[in-house]
């Protein structure tokens, strides 16, 4: 028998795991692959990793390189120095990167300079803002994938313009969306707004990390002031994320606490499954992340999305998103507009189901793989 094709999958931050988790999976089926998981370690609290190898039941990594934080270029660096010993020692025959984090661009370019195939799982999205970190990892990660796998028809759309052939490009729908799926129920049992004395469907959920919001002190004031009014009416639930809770020593905002148990509730960032449960049973939910506005589309949640643009724009054109920008009155007038069931999201004609988030997209990508290699 031939021997097993050797594929490493790689994860480092918070948002590679939910999608790399169903790949794996799949990949686990089929005898003739081995699939090997590189964590590079971008993310290591337990908060933004180890919960979610819990929660997705992955395997401990078969290798962790254990990067930890840095500035862009050094933790770029310090991927590619530990990346390129693992694929000189393996020599893998396929690396699968995932999303648009610095792991992502770091292990494409590492394996494209030592002509092992890479495949790239939601290529093709784009913001059109360079300001975002994030979008010079997409641009740079296609130009040098191999296998270009994408959750829809605008991401194909983006790399043909960019001269992609077409060959190399295959719609196969959304990895994230297929561990939703799975999880979904589980998840519904955990009631996470029962356990912090919230009450189903009368609470949003605030997410923020992007660096553009949390590292401006001015854009962060305004978001939470915004916050804060809409807090008046309607308790947030806030996990926050590690880069914006060193933000908050020099931001002054109100925090409205009182005997109708309004206001801000901040917490430890949550596991997946705990997570999702959140945003499955809130009103609604504000958030600079891209996979929460796939997420919410899928649960029919409406989405305040605090950002100038999306590199997910079908999540506005057929989902539950708006883009509401970063300004307080803006995001207090969206806000009223949920509740008073005026907001676009509740128009008839949109919630609609994207093209293939159908739970099925990490078989497509195995079965393409299969056709591809073996
Ligand atoms: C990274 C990704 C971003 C993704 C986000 C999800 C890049 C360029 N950015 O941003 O696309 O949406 O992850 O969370 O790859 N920290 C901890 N513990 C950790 C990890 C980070 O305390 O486990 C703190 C450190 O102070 C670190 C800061 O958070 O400096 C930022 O972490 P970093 O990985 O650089 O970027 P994120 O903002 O998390």
Redesign the pocket.
Known sequence: MKERLKVILVGG???NFMKLAPVYKELKKYSFFKPIIVHTG????QE??GLFFRDLQLPRPDIYLGVG?GN?GE?TAKIMIGFENVCIDLKPDLVIVVG????TIACALVAAKLMIPVAHIEAGLRSFDRTM??EI?RLLTDQISDYLFTTCRDANENLRREGIPEQKIFFVGNVMIDTLKEHLIIARRLKTCQQLGLRQGHYAVLTL?R?SNVDDEKVLQDIMDGVSEVSKFLPVAFPV???TS?RFDNIHFLVYEDEFDKGIMFMKPLGYLEFLSLMADARFVLTD??GIQEETTILGIPCLTLRKNTERPITIIQGTNTLVGTEKQTIIREARRILRGTADSDSLVKNRIPELWDGEAASRIAQTLVKLLV
């Open positions: 931050a918070r948002p971008q993310h290591y609290d933004m990793s934080s862009h933790q648009d984090v610095n792991s970190p994030e990892n990390h660096p994320h590690p880069r060193a992340s891209g």
